[in-house]
């Protein structure tokens, strides 16, 4: 059996953290995906398409951090469904992915929200932190715990970065005359 979700979208509004009761933090964000294609009868028809997401752990602290309305991710995982009841006692589904990877795509400077630092799309988990929004100051300044100060390793170097061409479909021109 097989479980897998892929989607790259922009978040429609700012990521929203809680901590469940045992104090572990859940993100849930709200991710458009879009699509444009010409109908039968030569109109153009785009269609956007709204995602729920629920990130955990150190991934929803970091989505919270450096996400922001706007930013363009990459989100991989599963779908799942969940019961709960309305305030009626009605019972209700929700249909969410659990992600179990959210990738940050924005480029660095492009002022979609997110961060903008040299660590911009690397996976959360492992990978040096950078700077939240809101914060400033070289590492190791304010960012110790308990009063350590906390070293960091250098940015590692970025290959030049390829032009990928545009986050959706509608927003480049002649994509109806793709061949697939």
């Known amino acids: 059996m097989l479980n897998k979700v892929m989607i790259i979208g922009r978040l429609g509004r700012d990521p929203e953290l809680r901590y469940t009761q045992s104090g572990s933090p859940v993100a849930s964000l709200n991710v458009a995906t879009d699509e444009s294609y010409t109908d039968r009868d030569g109109n153009k028809v785009e269609r956007t398409e709204w995602h729920r997401v629920s990130v955990f752990q150190r991934q929803a602290e970091n989505c919270a951090n450096y996400l922001a309305k706007g930013s363009l991710v990459y989100v991989e995982g599963s779908l799942q ?3 709960w009841q309305d305030q ?3 019972d209700r ?3 969410e992915i659990k992600a179990q990877r959210v990738q940050f795509l924005d480029r660095k400077g492009s002022g979609q929200g997110g961060y903008e630092d040299e660590y911009a799309g690397a996976p959360a988990g492992g990978a040096p932190r950078p700077t939240p929004r809101g914060q400033n100051g070289p590492a190791g ?10 070293q960091r390793p250098a940015p590692r170097q970025q290959p030049q970065e390829d032009d990928l ?5 509608s927003e480049a021109s002649n994509m109806d005359e793709v061949p697939f």
């Open 81 to 83: 469904t969940r019961k």
């Open 88 to 90: 009626q006692g009605q």
């Open 93 to 95: 589904y929700t249909t």
């Open 141 to 150: 300044q304010g960012g110790g715990q308990r009063g350590q100060a906390t």
């Open 165 to 169: 061409g545009p986050a959706f479909p």
